[in-house]
């Protein structure tokens, strides 16, 4: 089930970049925040628009496009911007986030 932020998150790239891929992905629970919360995401955006752009331009275009939601809390993002062509070289698969480190997960 989504909640406001992850829907907030998919529409705004659909919006901006009407991918032929698109995964959101609310990777909080692996976070030390409370149940529920909606502060760590991982996207997986495929789109054609990405053709000719480099890594840097296409995270750019994510963070704009997420500006909003970026100013209202959202925590993190892990982005994965791909054309067509480096999405089916990688055969459709979405790398796995590394473990958090963080807050009472430190070692």
């Known amino acids: 089930m989504s909640g406001p932020r992850e829907q907030a998150i998919h529409d705004a790239l659909v919006r901006s970049f009407a991918p032929s891929v698109l995964e959101v992905?609310?990777?909080?629970?692996?976070?030390?925040?409370?149940?529920?919360?909606?502060?760590?995401f991982k996207v997986v955006v495929v789109a054609a628009s990405f053709d000719g752009q480099g890594l840097v331009a296409r995270h750019r275009a994510v963070?704009?496009?997420l500006g909003a939601e970026l100013a209202a809390?959202?925590?993190?993002?892990?982005?994965?911007?791909?054309?067509?062509?480096?999405?089916?070289?990688?055969?459709?698969?979405?790398?796995?986030?590394?473990?958090?480190?963080?807050?009472?997960?430190?070692?």
């Open 25 to 40: 992905i609310n990777e909080s629970g692996n976070h030390s925040v409370p149940p529920g919360s909606e502060t760590h």
């Open 63 to 65: 963070n704009r496009a």
């Open 73 to 107: 809390g959202l925590h993190a993002l892990s982005i994965q911007a791909l054309t067509p062509d480096q999405w089916a070289s990688r055969g459709g698969q979405i790398p796995a986030s590394p473990p958090c480190l963080g807050g009472s997960k430190a070692g």
